[in-house]
Structure formats: C-alpha cells, structure tokens
C-alpha cells in the first residue's frame, strides 16, 4: 500500500470474538496492547496473524474494526489486502482472497505500507491539519467544507501548489479598519496614475524606465480583464509555453491561434504577449525576447503580475513595449479586493476603458489601494520575506526561481495527467507562501 501522504500516526483497532487470537507484526517486531504506531519509517513491513483453538469454531473470529491513519478512520482502504489460509487447518477451495475485514479462518496477510515522510510532506499534513479553514478558494466547486480526511489530504496533496499571497497583520490590519464611505468616492485618475509610478520608481530592486510613453490608464478588477481583452481580440499571439493558465484555458474554443515565441520566431508586427518576470524562465531570457520582439516591430503585452515578488533586480524599458498589466494581488493579502491596472501607448477601446473614462469602475479596491501605497513601500513584502525565504529553502533543500513564491524541488514533477487543467504548469514548483505564513510555528 502506497499513501501518497504523511503518516504520523497508524492504529490498528480489531475486535475479537470468542477464543480468536490476533498477533500484529510491524517491521518485524510484534506490538502489542495499543496497535499504534507513531512517525513510521518511508518503507514498512506488516504481518496480522489469526488463530484459534479449534479451526472449526465458528463463534471465534476477529474484525479489523478500525484503522485511524492521522485520527481519521481508512480501514475501508484495507478490505481487498489478500488474506492467506492455513491450509493445514482448513479445507477450502481457494486458500488466498480479500480479506473484507474478517477473519474467521486460521492464517495471515503480509503487505507493505509506505508513505511521504520527507520534510516537504510532513509540512504540508501538518499545515492542513492544523491550519485548516473551512473556507478555501479560489476553487471550483463548494468553498465551504468540512474538516474530514478527504479534505486534509486534497490540501496535502495541493499544499504547495499554485499561489495565493502571504499573510500579512499589517496590511491586513489597515484594511480592516478602513470606513467604506470613505472609499466610494472617485480617484483623480492621472493624479493617481503619476502616484503609482512614483512609488514603483522607489523600489531598489525594480526599475522601470519611460512611463512617461505610456499616455493611457485603465483600472481594472484583476489583470485578468486586461489579459482577456488581448487574447480576445487577435487571431495569432505568440507566447511562452509555459505561462499563467488562464491565458489558453480562456481560447479553448475561440479562433485564436497560438505559437510558442521561444520556438517560432514572430513575423514584424505580431502580437507578443510575456509573463514577466517568469518561475519557468529567466529575467535576462525574456528580456531578449522583448529586444527581439522590439526589432521585428512587434505589439508586445506584458503581464507584471510577478513583478511585485521578483527574486532577481529588474530593468524594464516601457519604449520597448506597448502595454502593460500590474497588481499587487499576487504580492499583498488584498485578493478579495483585486485593484489592477493598465497602461498603454494607445487608447483600448474595450470595457475597461468605458469604464474608467465614464468613472463606473469599482472605487472601493482603488482606493483602498491609495491608502495602501502611502503606507507601504513596493519591497515592503520581499524585505520581509527574504530572509525566510533563504532559511526555508535551506531546510527543505528548494532552488530560487526568479519569483520569489515558486521554489524547485527534486520531487516535484508537472502533472502529466492534467488534474487541474491541462494548461496548468505551476505544479513545476513548490510554492512557498504557505511555508512562509506558518514559519517558526511548527518545526521550520
């Protein structure tokens, strides 16, 4: 038996009827008294004998009851385990079959029992165990779930899959104790825009050079509404392969043609659009990309929604591109509020722009936003983390990527079976957001 999971605790509960006598052997060492075995090995040997005075007593038998793996009862995961009869003992037809639970007839089954019992997987029960919150999204389905051992091994499963931002008392704090009504009011849109680059001008490891070019500025929920707007509105984009799922998942089905830049060199004047920076490649490759791009006269979008977690010093030149897509949601714990923007050389005439020049875009996000720049530098995260970012990577033996969230690990492969979209890539990478929320709190 193979559990793809963490075992830090295995109980063995059986009931016995009549003379029926059970032995149980773990790794060779009969246990006796209470079945419960604590933090086993990776790779284990089990034996569970049956017998009885008088084979023929049919009043004398034994059931697997329960089996509690980290307190929760899987003895169903056992029922098809081959029991084998003593034939010396008992007449039967077939002397090795499904044990079902029952043992009745005189003899035992033999099996392995492994588990994940690297620091990644214990770290990642640990958290869903005691970190569990009965709401979790973004997913599909109910968000709203009981804490039972589906649940807890899903999150195990999918702990360091994916990203939401860090946790942070804060930030999190002046939110909260922000008044709505002062929030619903209209932001002097390029007020606000001069204000942005400023403060993105402040950062010692981003810099980002001509923003004076970009004349236009659109708010937005999320960059998502930027994102769909270019794919929705160009019959052939070149992009990475790999890049945030949504992108191709959106053009299921849409007369969109796609081609991978690193692979099929555009024609002058085709439509680019970049993930920047990229867990999957590097800063300096991209930038190339973009030189590239610039040289054939291409129209190049780039999605900055890493930007605000670089691991690496960054230089953009805005002269080389035409728009570009920027948050914090990835970065600070303001997803449910999603404030995004866009700017760009030319006017889009999409719902973006009819929203933000007709002032019927959301005010609350933007404005929580303002009171959040005023507060807190652009490096206010990545000064905070990345010290434990070095010390977790060290601990669970992670490689940097050059986002700051998405780590390699030798153990952890894409999933070729597609469980989550067949567009989904993230799962190259431990992400380690959820490391870093839980630090000096369990044994990290």
Known sequence: MLFDFFIETIQFDFKTFGKGDVKFIFNGKPIKNSLEIKTPPRNNTVEISFSKTDPADVGSYALLHKVLINGFDCVDMFKEISYQVDSNKHKVDKNIFPNNLYFGYIGKMNFELSHKNDLLSQAAWTIADKEFNELKWPQKGEHRREKNFTTLHKDSRYMFTGCQPPSSDEITSLVDNLEIGSLSMPVEMMEFKN??????????????????????????????????????????????????????????????????????????????????????????????????????????????????????????????????????????????????????????????????????????????????????????????????????????????????????????????????????????FVCVVNLLNNKDKFFW
């Open 195 to 428: 204000k942005i680059e400023k403060w993105i001008d402040c950062s010692n490891h981003i810099n980002i050079e001509n923003f004076q070019e970009m004349k236009h500025f659109t708010v937005s929920n999320g960059v998502t509404d930027s994102l769909s707007t270019f794919l929705l509105n160009n019959k052939l984009i070149y992009m990475k392969n790999k890049m945030y799922y949504h992108n191709k998942a959106i053009l299921e089905n849409k007369d969109v043609k796609i081609k991978d830049i690193s692979t099929d060199t555009p024609d002058a004047g085709s439509k680019i659009l970049l993930e920047f920076p990229s867990p999957w490649y590097s800063t300096s490759d991209l930038i190339d990309t973009i030189i590239m791009a610039k040289k054939l006269g291409c129209y190049v979008a780039i999605d900055l929604t890493w930007l605000p977690v670089t691991n690496t010093d960054i230089k953009l030149d805005l002269s080389m591109v035409d728009e570009i897509y920027f948050s914090m949601n990835k970065c600070w714990p303001i997803q449910n509020l999603r404030p995004a923007f866009r700017w760009s050389k030319t006017r889009i005439n999409d719902s973006q722009t009819f929203n933000t020049e007709y002032c019927i875009y959301s005010k609350i996000p933007i404005n929580v936003f303002d009171k959040l720049i005023g507060k807190f530098p652009l490096d206010y995260i990545i000064d905070k983390q990345k010290s434990n970012h070095k010390s977790i990577c060290k601990t669970f033996g992670l490689t940097p990527t050059d986002v700051l969230w998405f780590t390699r690990h030798e153990n952890f492969k894409h999933d070729s079976q597609h469980y989550i979209s067949k567009h989904f890539y993230l799962d190259d």
